[in-house]
C-alpha cells in the first residue's frame, strides 16, 4: 500500500456516489483517472485489504435477527469447540478473548427462531452453555478505519 | 419487514459488491431487471432510509494494520446507560456501541464498546483516555482483547448474502 492506496481508502468507506460513472466521479477529486482508481481498488481486493466493495446494510430492517454470543471453553477443549461453532454457516465471527468466557462470536441469520436454533445446536453440539447476548440498543455503528 | 420486494431484490443482487466497471449500477440493473437510473433512485432512497448504511470500501481492519481490539464492557445503572452510550458511540476511538442485557449472576455488563488500534498499548491508552474524557471511569469495566480471530465474513442471511456487521 502506498499513499494512493491509503487516500482511497480513507476517502470511500462510504460515500461513494450514487451517479452514472461513480467511479469516474469519485476517482476526480483524488486525483486520479477512473482506470487508475478501479485498478487500485481491484489491487486492494486482491490483497485481502478490502473484504469487498459494496454495501454495509442494517439487516434487521429486512428481516435479518443476529446475537453475541459468550462461551466459557475449558482450555483443553478449545480447538475442538471452535471446530463445531464455526461449522455453522450462521457464524459469522469468532474471536477469542482474555476472560472467563473466553469465546465469542456472532450468530446472524433470517430470523429470532433460526438464531435460536442454532443457539441451540451449538450447545447441543459442544455440551456448553452459550449465552446469548442480542443488541437492546445501537449506539453507533462506525467501522471506520484510517489507513 | 421495512423494505419491498423489489428493494429486496435490489438488496440480494448488490450484496456481495459492485462491478468494478464504468457504469456499475447499470451493470447491477441487468441482474434485477431495472434500468440504471432506476437502480440509482433506489440506492439512493435505501441509503436515506438507513437500510444502506453505506456504500463503498469496506476494510478487513487486521489487514490494514488494526492488530488489537478489545471489546470493553460496562456495567453502567439502567437509568444511565442510554445517555452514556450515546456520549460513548460518539467517540472517536469507538468503533461500534450497543447495549446488550446483562446476564447475572455470570455478567453483569450492559454496554459494549470495540475499541481498536494498531497494537495492545494504542488500545489501553484509547480506553484510559475514554473513561476519563467522559467521566465513566468509576463504572466497572473490563477490556476483552481479541487473542485469536477464528472466522470473519459478513454475515449471511440465508439465500439474501446480505453484507451486515
Not at chain 1, 121 to 138: I, R, Y
Request: hydrophobic letters at 45%; aromatic letters at 8%; one cysteine or more.
Amino acid at each position: 500500500m502506498d499513499e494512493i492506496d491509503r487516500a482511497i481508502i480513507n476517502a470511500l468507506q462510504g460515500g461513494f456516489p450514487l451517479s452514472p460513472t461513480p467511479f469516474a466521479d469519485a476517482a476526480a477529486p483524488l486525483g486520479l483517472t477512473e482506470a487508475e482508481l478501479i485498478d487500485r481498488i481491484a489491487a486492494l481486493r486482491r490483497s485481502g485489504v478490502l473484504s469487498r466493495f459494496g454495501p454495509l446494510y442494517n439487516a434487521d430492517r429486512f428481516g435479518g435477527h443476529n446475537t453475541l454470543v459468550a462461551m466459557a471453553v475449558p482450555s483443553d477443549r478449545f480447538d475442538a469447540v471452535t471446530e463445531i461453532v464455526n461449522s455453522f454457516a450462521e457464524v459469522a465471527h469468532n474471536y477469542q478473548r482474555d476472560h472467563h468466557f473466553n469465546m465469542w462470536f456472532v450468530i446472524a441469520a433470517d430470523s429470532r427462531e433460526k438464531v435460536a436454533a442454532v443457539l441451540t445446536e451449538v450447545e447441543a453440539g459442544t455440551g456448553l452453555p452459550a449465552h446469548d447476548m442480542p443488541k437492546l440498543t445501537e449506539f453507533h455503528i462506525g467501522l471506520k478505519f484510517e489507513a | 419487514m421495512d423494505v419491498t420486494a423489489r428493494e429486496l431484490d435490489l438488496i440480494n443482487a448488490l450484496a456481495s459488491g459492485l462491478d468494478l466497471c464504468d457504469a456499475p449500477y447499470a451493470q447491477l440493473g441487468l441482474a434485477v431487471g431495472m434500468d440504471e437510473v432506476e437502480v440509482i433512485e433506489r440506492l439512493t432512497e435505501l441509503r436515506r432510509r438507513g437500510i444502506v448504511r453505506r456504500l463503498g470500501i469496506i476494510v478487513r481492519h487486521h489487514e490494514l494494520g488494526y492488530r488489537a481490539n478489545a471489546m470493553v464492557v460496562w456495567d453502567i445503572p439502567d437509568s444511565e446507560v442510554a445517555e452514556i452510550g450515546r456520549r460513548l458511540g460518539q467517540c472517536p476511538e469507538v468503533t461500534l456501541c450497543y447495549r446488550r442485557p446483562r446476564r447475572l449472576p455470570d455478567w453483569p455488563y450492559n454496554l459494549f464498546t470495540m475499541v481498536h488500534g494498531k497494537d495492545r498499548q494504542t488500545v489501553e491508552t484509547a480506553i484510559a483516555a475514554i473513561a476519563e474524557r467522559e467521566g465513566v471511569a468509576q463504572h466497572p469495566h473490563q477490556p476483552l482483547f481479541s487473542l485469536r480471530r477464528f472466522k470473519q465474513c459478513g454475515a449471511r442471511y440465508g439465500r439474501r448474502l446480505a453484507a451486515a456487521e
